[in-house]
């Protein structure tokens, strides 16, 4: 009887997570103009998000994880980042890209203050909605533009293990920021960014880009891969 009661609390618990839902998590912006920009140049960037991961990681990275940042006034890519899987835990897509810059900005002889003044003038694209850690940064940093593909809910249901605080919220609680207020645009391009992520914890979802299932050593199961060497 004890044992029952515990495979039906089980079950319940399984059904609830299967459902869950993230709040505020549905930010469609699909079609609209913002900042002047035409809906295209969106989905052009964000295409362009994808292919600096596919530079910097491959065609069917595990960590598909890719970041630009954007000069919308020079119409131009200002820097790249995705998850190198470093071993640092703080190095995801968009805080790799936000470092490429401040390393490219000092370089450049730009100081501290004007480095943070320019984080303004700039637009972040995200291939999938940044965690709690990432939308944070963006919102210290005061982008001008936040611009995410994936939704954290569509990699929740799709396995990855994720931070159930969408962006909408984050930046809910963020409006007392000194500096620059980010818009944020969500769900850009999900029809080529969704692809990316579906298939690391679902081994009957097809591989991106041309990618194959070959088998995982390292993980166990299956993995996507370009090359037939052991992964
Ligand atoms: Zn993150």
């Known amino acids: 009887m004890a044992n029952s009661k515990i495979i039906l609390l089980l079950g319940a618990i399984a059904s609830c997570a299967a459902h869950f839902t993230v709040p505020n998590d549905d930010q469609d912006m699909s079609g609209l103009t913002v900042n002047s920009l035409p809906w295209d140049k969106r989905v052009e960037y964000m295409r362009k998000t994808n292919q600096a991961l596919y530079s910097q990681s491959g065609p069917c990275p595990f960590a598909a994880f890719g ?39 000092t370089a450049m002889g730009m100081t501290p203050t004007q480095i943070y003044a320019a984080w303004g003038e700039l637009s972040l694209y995200t291939n999938a909605e940044s965690c709690p850690m990432c939308a944070s940064a963006i919102r210290w940093a005061g982008f001008k533009e936040y611009i995410y593909g994936t939704t954290i809910q569509h990699n929740y249901n799709v396995g990855w293990g994720v931070m159930t605080l969408s962006s909408y919220d984050v930046f809910q609680q963020s409006r007392q920021l000194p500096g620059y207020q980010t818009v944020m645009l969500g769900q850009i391009l999900t029809n080529e960014t969704d692809p990316l992520f579906s298939w690391q914890y679902n081994a009957s979802a097809p591989c991106p880009n041309g990618c194959f299932r070959i088998p995982s050593v390292a993980r166990g199961g299956s993995t996507c891969s370009n090359t037939t060497a052991t992964a």
């Not at 190095?91 to 790799?96: K, P, Y």
Request: glycine share 8%; proline share 3%.
């Open 67 to 105: 970041a630009i940042i954007v000069n919308h006034t020079a119409d131009e890519v200002v820097c790249e980042g995705a998850n190198f899987r470093t071993g640092d835990p703080t190095i995801h897509g968009e805080i790799s890209a936000i470092n490429a810059c401040t390393a490219k900005f």
